[in-house]
C-alpha cells in the first residue's frame, strides 16, 4: 500500500469541522481589521526565498523542497509566506494603488524539517503583513490580531514575547560588543555557535545547547542598546500591549538573524504543545521590500502555524465543534421505488437541504441505521401502504413524532424540513 509521504498529514473528513472552525475565526478576525485575502502560488522560483528569507537560515540551507522543472528553472515549494507577498506587492505595484496594504492568507507551507509531534514537512500557516508604514501601532496590531485570534479559539496557556532589534547600524555595533564579550568565551561555545560566531553572531541566541545559553545569558541585549527611534517604537508597542489588556514579556534572546528585520519581533508560545512551543512568529521587516527589487517601503507581519494551534486547542480542550448533520435521510420501503427515491432526492436538493439515501440496496432496518449514523434530523419513508394512498411517513428524529406528508404536496414538506 501506498502511504502519504513522511511529514505530511491527511486532514479527514473528521478533521475538517475544526479546520473550518479555526479558518472563519481567523478569517472574521482579519478583516475586522480590514485585511483584504491574498493566494500566491504553491512554488515560486528558488531565488526569491533564498534572497527573502536569507542564504543563512536553516530554512534555506536545509530544509526547502526544490527541484528544477523540464527547462531547468529552479523552483521550490513556498517555505513561508512574506517572500512570496513581497514578490506579489512589488510585481503588482500594490502599493501605487494604496499606500498601506494590508493582506492576510492561509496557506501550505513546505519544509523538510525533521517530523516530530507539532513538526511536519507539509505544515499549514495563517498570517498576515501590513506593508506601507513604519507606524509602532501596526507592529502592535499584528501581535493584538495573533493574540486575540488565539484567546477566540479558547486557548489560555499563552505567553507573548517582544523584543527589538534595532536598525540594522544599531544591530551592527551591537554586534561588536556581543563579539567582544564573546572572544575569550568562544572555545566554549558549541560547534554551531562558534560557526555562528563567524557568520552571523546573533544567531547564537537561537542555540538550544545549555552551555551556550549559559554563556549567552549574561551577554549584553540588544534592547539595552537601541537608537532612539527603535527605543521610542518599542515604547509605543508595550503601551499599546498594556492598553490592549495583552500580558507579554521581553525576551532579549527573540532574535531575526536577518539583516532586512528590524525593530519589533514577537512570538506567542503555548505550554501545552510539547517541544515546539511557538504558535506564531512575526515582526517589522523594513527593508525586506526593497531587498527584493522594489522601492525602499516599511513593513511588518507575523505567520501562525495552524496544526500546532489545533494541536493546544486539542490538549486545552478548547472547542467542541458540532456534530455534522443531515437535513433528511429518504429510505425506501419498495426495492422498485429506487428511481422516485431518486427524483425526490434531487428536488429536495434544489431547495437547499442537506438529503442523503441508500445506493446499496440495503434493508429498512439498515437505511435506518445509516440515517441515524448520519445524525439525521428526519427519515422520510417511501413505500407500503401508505405510498400507494399518495401518501409518506416522516419522523422526527429529535422528538421520534411521525406525521404524514402528502406525496404532491411537495412544498409542504419543504416548508417542515426548513422551519421545524
Ligand atoms: P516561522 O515561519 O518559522 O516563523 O513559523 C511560524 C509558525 O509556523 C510557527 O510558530 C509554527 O507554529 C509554524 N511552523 C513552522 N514550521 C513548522 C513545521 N515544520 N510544522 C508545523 N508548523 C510549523
Redo the contacts with the bound molecule.
Sequence with gaps: MIKAVTGTKDILPTDIPRWKYLEQTVEKIFRNFNYKEIRTPIFEETSLFARGIGEETDIVGKEMYTFKDRSDTSLTLKP?MTAAVVRAYNEHSLGAQQSLVKLFYTSPMF?Q?RPQA???RQ?H?FGAEAIGSKSPLLDAEMVQMAYEILVSLGLKNLTVKINSLGTPETRDKYKQLLKNFLIDKKDKLSEDSRRRFETNILRIFDSKVESDQKIIKDAPKLVDHLDEESKTDFEVVKEQLEKSKIPFQIDPALVRGLDYYTKLTFEIDSGSVGAQT????GGRYDLLIETLGGKSTPATGF???I??ILLACENEKCFTVPEPTIDIYLIRIDSELESVVSELAGKIRKENLTVDYDYLQRSVKAQMREANKMNARYVLFIGGDEYKEGKMNLKNMSTGVEEKVSLIKFQELVEKLKFQ
Design positions: 513561508e519544509r524539517e507539532g513538526r511536519f505544515f500557516q511557538a504558535l506564531c512568529g505567520a501562525a502555524g496544526e500546532r
